[in-house]
């Protein structure tokens, strides 16, 4: 909670989508201006950097698929020697396993997201009553089926 | 925005989820972040110092485990600004900050006991279940207040300052 | 020390959470100070889900479960270990379950080292450090540690803190014994083993190889250039299976000294969970020694007293050397037999070591008794009323140092 004058944070952008990989992603914010530490691991990447900067970075990666881009703080910096596997003697840090658990989940947490989406779309069009697009229907009866 | 405590405290999915429906999610990592990045402290690998199962005393006795009540250093202040909470039964497998169940008890405890509104609900095991879970906590962030008053922003301010002073 | 003795050790951390309790940097302080280096085992994490009904011990806390994986991994050889050192915290009874299994588990199903340890946010490194030293001593001499048979012709020299003791062995029997208080460290060394000598009637320059052990075993090694210097954890627990002859599977030592005691869990002759009181001197000889002054009797004649006393009759309202003692007059003044005396500063000694060292060691018997305080009467027979257990109390019970060294000595005969 130590609130310094230039708050460095790190965060983790979990990536869980079929239109955007890590080094994608890493690429776009490569070619940002921000000056951010960038560290791509298996399950997406790790921003470091002054506060302002990740928050605005990370917002624009999501973006880039909203509902399969996921977000959480990381306390230490990327590859910290406290939390290093090299330095620790082998074995992975302690949170590696739940973020396992938890990245197994994000297909369904996203198509959940992509559901409440449609369903809200779905609801604002109904109240102008207007007709549903075909190809809009064909993509609803396809995730119904698939199912 | 309301500050959302998250349980697990360490959940990916569930910061995400507050995070995006325009909350604050009360986590670990950033309780973790505060000890890691001060200088001033020199106790690898999370610098929790012998100091800390102390602090942990306003939430637990002396006779609770050290590694109970340093936990609780970490997590009682973040139960202390609550305003709401998301508590998920059953986790998968949880370590480290979340690792004993004897916290991960009183910290369930203390947060229900607070009176703040509390959803909770069950891990999902399936697809059907994930979407059943998102609907029913996007459904819950959207019942709380969006907007901070005024007085709590001012608030909040007064105690980083004194945060800082420590 | 050769220079494989003087490696690098690795030893796996089996933890439930140590970090969070503020003690992780004096754990490694600890380890640095004697060369070791802990590691952390991999493990699959699907295991988690199973490991409880795998391992047969079902649990609530995740940090408990990845401790079981840590063991098995630790086992099964995926993780390249030389020790392990299992810690819980203390006052923890999911804690304590799951380390003692894990403990048995490991010995058990491998050749690896293994200790535990309960700690409190005010572990310090030198309570860390004997532990440590005790695994390494276990990893590093391994080989020496099984010897069961003392062969040669061997001395061994314990310095404690009251008195120093010094033995003669030749072909697994005692052929001379020292026993004299401890006043300056190495002449009361030389004292003792000048006894022993005579006693054993060999010369200084026929002895074949010399251990030491005990508080002042550096200085004393040194001097008389011994082949094995060894802390007191390892070369007691085998001194007194040795001498109990129950040198294969559990065992339990309580070592009563002069101004501390030990509790030590031994499995095959080797130690693993132990705990050492050191705090208050109400539990160890020095306590003893100011009954009898105060009863006007020799120490030797204290345990038959106490024998025929009942320590009922006196009310101790302290295990205090100074309140207690205080008690145990006042109760004389009331007109309490002396014999009641004498069996309520027995008894006294043996709770206090119930409720303090006793906390953390699981007592399987044999329960083997040990130290100078062992010899007087009183004691075996109240520790054996307060556990509901045999006690036994092997011949030469305070010589167990000098005699356990004697026996690892005798390793550096053949070499």
Same mark, same amino acid.
């Given at each position: 909670?130590?609130?310094?004058?230039?708050?460095?944070?790190?965060?983790?952008?979990?990536? /869980?989508?079929?239109?955007?990989?890590?080094?994608?992603?890493?690429?776009?914010?490569?070619?940002?201006?921000?000056?951010?530490?960038?560290?791509?691991?298996?399950?997406?990447?790790?921003?470091?950097?002054?506060?302002?900067?990740?928050?605005?970075?990370?917002?624009?990666?999501?973006?880039?698929?909203?509902?399969?881009?996921?977000?959480?703080?990381?306390?230490?910096?990327?590859?910290?020697?406290?939390?290093?596997?090299? @330095?620790?003697?082998?074995?992975?840090?302690?949170?590696?396993?739940?973020?396992?658990?938890?990245?197994?989940?994000?297909?369904?947490?996203?198509?959940?997201?992509?559901?409440?989406?449609?369903?809200?779309?779905?609801?604002?069009?109904?109240?102008?009553?207007?007709?549903?697009?075909?190809?809009?229907?064909?993509?609803?009866?396809?995730?119904?089926?698939?199912? | 925005?309301?500050?959302?405590?998250?349980?697990?405290?360490?959940?990916?999915?569930?910061?995400?989820?507050?995070?995006?429906?325009?909350?604050?999610?009360?986590?670990?990592?950033?309780?973790?972040?505060?000890?890691?990045?001060?200088?001033?402290?020199?106790?690898?690998?999370?610098?929790?110092?012998?100091?800390?199962?102390?602090?942990?005393?306003?939430?637990?006795?002396?006779?609770?485990?050290?590694?109970?009540?340093?936990?609780? @250093?970490? !997590?009682?202040?973040?139960?202390?600004?609550?305003?709401?909470?998301?508590?998920?039964?059953?986790?998968?497998?949880?370590?480290?900050?979340?690792?004993?169940?004897?916290?991960?008890?009183?910290?369930?405890?203390?947060?229900?006991?607070?009176?703040?509104?509390?959803?909770?609900?069950?891990?999902?095991?399936?697809?059907?279940?994930?979407?059943?879970?998102?609907?029913?906590?996007?459904?819950?962030?959207?019942?709380?207040?969006?907007?901070?008053?005024?007085?709590?922003?001012?608030?909040?301010?007064?105690?980083?300052?004194?945060?800082?002073?420590? | 020390?050769?220079?494989?003795?003087?490696?690098?050790?690795?030893?796996?951390?089996? /933890?439930?959470?140590?970090?969070?309790?503020?003690?992780?940097?004096?754990?490694?302080?600890?380890?640095?100070?004697?060369?070791?280096?802990?590691?952390?085992?991999?493990?699959?994490?699907?295991?988690?889900?199973?490991?409880?009904?795998?391992?047969?011990?079902?649990?609530?806390?995740?940090?408990?479960?990845?401790?079981?994986?840590?063991?098995?991994?630790?086992?099964?050889?995926?993780?390249?270990?030389?020790?392990?050192?299992?810690?819980?915290?203390? =006052?923890?009874?999911?804690?304590?379950?799951?380390?003692?299994?894990?403990?048995?588990?490991?010995?058990?199903?491998?050749?690896?080292?293994?200790?535990?340890?309960?700690?409190?946010?005010?572990?310090?490194?030198?309570?860390?450090?004997?532990?440590?030293?005790?695994?390494?001593?276990?990893?590093? =001499?391994?080989?020496?540690?099984?010897?069961?048979?003392?062969?040669?012709?061997?001395?061994?020299?314990?310095?404690?803190?009251?008195?120093?003791?010094?033995?003669?062995?030749?072909?697994?029997?005692?052929?001379?014994?020292?026993?004299?208080?401890?006043?300056?460290?190495?002449?009361?060394?030389?004292?003792?083993?000048?006894?022993?000598?005579?006693?054993?009637?060999?010369?200084?320059?026929? !002895?074949?190889?010399?251990?030491?052990?005990?508080?002042?075993?550096?200085?004393?090694?040194?001097?008389?250039?011994?082949?094995?210097?060894?802390?007191?954890?390892?070369?007691? /627990?085998?001194?007194?299976?040795?001498?109990?002859?129950?040198?294969?599977?559990?065992?339990?030592? !309580?070592?009563?000294?002069?101004?501390?005691?030990?509790?030590?869990?031994?499995?095959?002759?080797?130690?693993?969970?132990?705990?050492?009181?050191?705090?208050?001197?109400?539990? /160890?000889?020095?306590?003893?020694?100011?009954?009898?002054?105060?009863?006007?009797?020799?120490?030797?004649?204290?345990?038959?007293?106490?024998?025929?006393?009942?320590?009922?009759?006196?009310?101790?309202?302290?295990?205090?050397?100074?309140?207690?003692?205080?008690?145990?007059?006042?109760?004389?003044?009331?007109?309490?037999?002396?014999?009641?005396?004498?069996?309520?500063?027995?008894?006294?000694?043996?709770?206090?070591?119930?409720?303090?060292?006793?906390?953390?060691?699981?007592?399987?018997?044999?329960?083997?008794?040990?130290?100078?305080? @062992?010899?007087?009467?009183?004691?075996?027979?109240?520790?054996?009323?307060?556990?509901?257990?045999?006690?036994?109390?092997?011949?030469?019970?305070?010589?167990?140092?000098?005699?356990?060294?004697?026996?690892?000595?005798?390793?550096?005969?053949?070499?």
């Amino acid at each position: 909670m130590t609130e310094t004058k230039k708050e460095e944070i790190t965060k983790y952008i979990v990536i /869980s989508s079929d239109k955007v990989l890590p080094s994608d992603a890493a690429m776009k914010i490569y070619e940002s201006e921000f000056p951010v530490t960038v560290k791509e691991t298996c399950f997406g990447l790790i921003v470091s950097g002054a506060k302002d900067d990740v928050e605005t970075l990370v917002e624009k990666i999501r973006q880039l698929d909203k509902n399969h881009i996921f977000v959480k703080d990381r306390g230490f910096p990327p590859g910290d020697e406290r939390r290093c596997r090299a @330095s620790r003697g082998g074995g992975p840090r302690p949170g590696f396993h739940f973020l396992r658990e938890e990245v197994e989940m994000l297909p369904a947490i996203g198509a959940a997201l992509d559901e409440l989406e449609e369903k809200e779309c779905l609801m604002e069009k109904s109240k102008t009553k207007c007709r549903l697009k075909t190809s809009d229907l064909e993509k609803v009866i396809e995730e119904e089926l698939a199912r | 925005m309301a500050k959302v405590f998250i349980y697990p405290i360490n959940s990916l999915i569930l910061a995400d989820l507050v995070e995006r429906f325009g909350h604050k999610p009360l986590t670990m990592m950033s309780q973790i972040r505060g000890k890691v990045t001060s200088l001033s402290l020199d106790s690898p690998p999370i610098n929790i110092t012998p100091e800390d199962p102390k602090l942990g005393l306003k939430y637990a006795a002396i006779e609770v485990p050290a590694g109970v009540r340093g936990r609780m @250093s970490l !997590i009682g202040p973040l139960i202390e600004q609550t305003e709401a909470a998301i508590i998920v039964e059953n986790p998968p497998t949880d370590f480290g900050c979340v690792g004993c169940n004897r916290t991960n008890e009183l910290t369930k405890y203390l947060v229900r006991s607070k009176g703040v509104p509390v959803l909770e609900v069950k891990y999902p095991e399936s697809d059907e279940e994930a979407r059943d879970f998102v609907n029913e906590i996007v459904a819950f962030l959207e019942s709380l207040p969006k907007e901070k008053p005024e007085d709590e922003k001012v608030e909040e301010k007064e105690s980083a300052e004194k945060e800082d002073k420590k | 020390m050769s220079a494989e003795e003087s490696s690098l050790v690795k030893i796996a951390l089996v /933890s439930c959470g140590s970090e969070y309790a503020g003690v992780q940097p004096e754990f490694e302080e600890a380890a640095a100070k004697v060369n070791a280096k802990f590691i952390y085992p991999e493990i699959d994490v699907a295991s988690i889900d199973t490991i409880g009904k795998d391992f047969g011990l079902e649990v609530a806390s995740g940090d408990l479960r990845l401790m079981m994986a840590r063991a098995k991994a630790v086992v099964e050889g995926t993780t390249n270990a030389e020790g392990v050192f299992i810690t819980t915290c203390f =006052r923890c009874a999911e804690g304590a379950i799951v380390r003692n299994e894990v403990r048995r588990y490991i010995h058990e199903h491998s050749n690896i080292p293994v200790i535990s340890y309960s700690f409190t946010e005010s572990t310090s490194a030198g309570t860390l450090l004997t532990r440590l030293e005790a695994l390494t001593t276990i990893v590093r =001499r391994r080989h020496l540690l099984t010897r069961e048979v003392q062969t040669g012709l061997t001395a061994g020299i314990d310095s404690g803190s009251t008195t120093t003791k010094a033995v003669i062995m030749r072909d697994n029997k005692i052929i001379g014994k020292g026993w004299v208080p401890t006043t300056k460290v190495l002449e009361s060394a030389e004292e003792a083993y000048s006894i022993a000598l005579e006693e054993a009637g060999v010369a200084r320059k026929e !002895i074949q190889a010399i251990g030491t052990t005990g508080y002042g075993r550096f200085l004393i090694g040194n001097h008389l250039k011994a082949q094995l210097i060894q802390e007191e954890i390892t070369v007691n /627990s085998k001194g007194a299976v040795y001498l109990a002859n129950k040198q294969k599977g559990n065992a339990t030592v !309580i070592d009563i000294g002069g101004m501390d005691n030990k509790a030590i869990s031994v499995q095959d002759g080797i130690p693993g969970m132990f705990t050492m009181g050191g705090i208050c001197a109400g539990a /160890s000889g020095r306590f003893f020694e100011m009954i009898s002054k105060r009863l006007g009797v020799d120490i030797t004649e204290l345990g038959a007293l106490a024998v025929k006393g009942m320590h009922e009759n006196v009310s101790m309202n302290s295990y205090c050397i100074v309140f207690g003692t205080q008690s145990l007059v006042n109760s004389l003044a009331k007109g309490a037999t002396p014999e009641d005396v004498a069996a309520a500063a027995c008894y006294s000694v043996v709770e206090q070591i119930y409720e303090q060292q006793l906390q953390e060691v699981d007592v399987k018997e044999p329960l083997i008794l040990v130290g100078g305080s @062992s010899l007087i009467a009183g004691v075996p027979k109240a520790l054996g009323e307060l556990l509901k257990i045999n006690v036994l109390v092997p011949e030469n019970s305070h010589m167990i140092g000098a005699v356990g060294a004697a026996l690892l000595a005798s390793g550096f005969v053949e070499e």
